[in-house]
């Protein structure tokens, strides 16, 4: 993704934590003020009229460049705008990290094969599974408002918060380009470069992409798959539990094609299936399995399906 698009996406609020380290990254390498002073010129003529940046965002911003500068961007709306805009160029050798990898900020991630709980600043809490990262800030209630970011997948049971004057406190899961919003739930996301999952187990969820003018709410048992690329939503009912069995130390493959546990094995225990023949790939299966041991796993696919597995390093051959 180019500079431009990542740092567009960071002031608008729906950039990931890898995104935002690529971005930070990218602009170190533009070490000079000429090149700083060429960027966000050309950043704002592309796009500094539409930069309706979030109030947390800018506050945070407006403090650094009055810290910065030692006077005020101004009251005028265009000028504040491209003051933002230079401002993330200009400061972003010294404020992008502080606001996004700082000391206040906390991060999780989890290894293949390993799972992480944590509870999150307001008492909700969240199982990470394998290979999956997690980040949010530490000071939900300077902010107002509860945002974690998440790449790889997660079971969140969310507690309902009210702010002192007794409005509802939003919960929002930041995955990819989609914001997953919520008050109190429980409900599992799975989110990859090239898709959204979210499975609702209770309450109630909005699923919102003003990009893509998408905006869904969900009842239990329901699941909605996003397409990152093409930027389609796809909604149907489904048995819940089958989706967040992982929790227990289990798979529960309801007539999953190889092609489709194959992508499970790769997330899960970074092994690459190579799997011999195309109608070998559609095959299907229908069977609960213990996701603890990559072994068992294998051992139960062959016999149920009666084909030949062998492993040679990180990649699995099934015929």
Do not use: C
Request: glycine residues 6%; negative net charge.
């Amino acid at each position: 993704m180019q500079k431009e698009e990542l740092l567009k996406k960071y002031l608008e609020g729906r950039s990931t934590p890898r995104e935002e380290k690529e971005l930070y990254r990218l602009l170190l390498q533009d070490n000079t003020a000429e090149q700083y002073r060429h960027v966000s010129y050309e950043l704002w003529q592309k796009f500094g009229d539409h930069a309706d940046l979030p109030a947390v965002r800018s506050q945070k911003m407006y403090a650094h460049i009055e810290a910065a500068t030692g006077q005020q961007p101004g009251r005028h709306i265009h000028i504040w705008r491209y003051a933002a805009v230079a401002s993330v160029i200009l400061l972003l050798s010294a404020t992008l990290f502080f606001l996004h990898f700082g000391d206040n900020t906390v991060h999780l991630s989890t290894a293949y094969a390993e799972k992480q709980e944590a509870t999150l600043p307001d008492g909700s809490t969240v199982l990470l599974n394998a290979n999956s990262e997690l980040s949010y800030q530490d000071d939900w209630t300077e902010s107002g408002i509860r945002e974690v970011w998440l790449e790889g997948e997660a079971y969140f049971r969310v507690s309902k918060v009210s702010s002192k004057s007794g409005t509802p406190v939003k919960f929002v899961v930041h995955a990819q380009d989609l914001d997953i919003q919520v008050l109190g739930t429980a409900f599992n996301v799975q989110s990859t470069s090239e898709e959204v999952q979210v499975v609702l187990s209770e309450g109630s969820v909005r699923l919102a992409n003003p990009t893509a003018q998408i905006e869904m709410d969900m009842e239990p048992g329901q699941l909605v798959a996003y397409s990152v690329q093409n930027q389609q939503a796809e909604l149907r009912r489904v048995k819940t539990k089958h989706f967040s069995a992982w929790k227990e130390g289990r798979y529960v493959f309801e007539g999953l094609t190889l092609s489709e546990i194959s992508e499970v094995l790769l997330h899960n225990y970074d092994k690459v299936v190579n799997i011999k023949g195309e109608a070998l790939k559609q095959r299907r299966i229908s069977a609960t399995i213990p996701s603890t041991d990559l072994q068992v796993v294998l051992a139960v696919i062959k016999e149920a399906m009666k084909v030949e597995i062998i492993q040679q390093g990180d990649t699995i051959i099934i015929k």
